[in-house]
T-cell receptor, first 112, second 111 residues
Framework: GEDVEQSLFLSVREGDSSVINCTYT??????LYWYKQEPGAGLQLLTY?????DMKQDQRLTVLLNKKDKHLSLRIADTQTGDSAIYFC????????????FGTGTKLQVIP | EPEVTQTPSHQVTQMGQEVILRCVPI?????FYWYRQILGQKVEFLVS????????KSEIFDDQFSVERPDGSNFTLKIRSTKLEDSAMYFC?????????FGQGTRLTVV
């Protein structure tokens, strides 16, 4: 079955870049997502990438996909204290509907 | 921008009571989902719904749970007799043939 793994915690200094890594198992995934969850809040879709892409850039966010290794990363440039949150990697399987399998989440702590 | 809306944002209920969590998916979407997140844990798939029937459900989605699309806009999750371990954040999502969009969640607290 599908499985998505992430490291649990990342601490960076304000202004530095953050890189959050994720590995997934389902090679048939079509969408790979990054969600942000602030304390007590819902899931905010940050960005997603199609599985036929290698990279996607969206302002301070860069997503890199290595399909061969089933490795996905999210780079946040110039990390701000407002970026402190839990970041979930998720994969969506192909087909008419998008059942999403979430990773364990990486808690990003930004130190001022 | 279209969004999935969920009500209420927070629900407190006594153990053994029935609760209904409500969702309004994005209007032209055809597929609907419920997920839950127990505090401090990962988001888990509960059920997907298409064409007025369940298309897939997880082992969490036992006989205590049911889903319904009572009219053209709402999608509900009912928990028949709540248990303490049902306390969690419940997320509704919808999709067409593209990416899934999630609501802000309903925090259910069973006391």
């Amino acid at each position: 079955g599908e499985d998505v793994e992430q490291s649990l915690f990342l601490s960076v200094r304000e202004g530095d870049s953050s890189v959050i890594n994720c590995t997934y198992t389902d090679s048939s995934s079509t969408y790979l997502y990054w969600y942000k969850q602030e304390p007590g809040a819902g899931l905010q879709l940050l960005t997603y990438i199609f599985s036929n892409m290698d990279m996607k850039q969206d302002q301070r966010l860069t997503v890199l996909l290595n399909k061969k290794d089933k490795h996905l990363s999210l780079r946040i440039a110039d990390t701000q204290t407002g970026d402190s949150a839990i970041y979930f990697c998720a994969e969506g399987v192909p087909g008419g509907y998008q059942k999403v399998t979430f990773g364990t989440g990486t808690k990003l702590q930004v130190i001022p | 921008e279209p969004e999935v809306t969920q009500t209420p944002s927070h629900q407190v209920t006594q153990m053994g009571q029935e609760v209904i969590l409500r969702c309004v998916p994005i209007s032209n979407h055809l597929y609907f989902y419920w997920y839950r997140q127990i505090l401090g844990q990962k988001v888990e798939f509960l059920v997907s719904f298409y064409n007025n029937e369940i298309s897939e459900k997880s082992e969490i989605f036992d006989d205590q749970f049911s889903v319904e699309r009572p009219d053209g806009s709402n999608f509900t999750l009912k928990i028949r007799s709540t248990k303490l371990e049902d306390s969690a954040m419940y997320f509704c999502a919808s999709s067409d043939r593209g990416e899934a969009f999630f609501g802000q969640g309903t925090r259910l607290t069973v006391v």
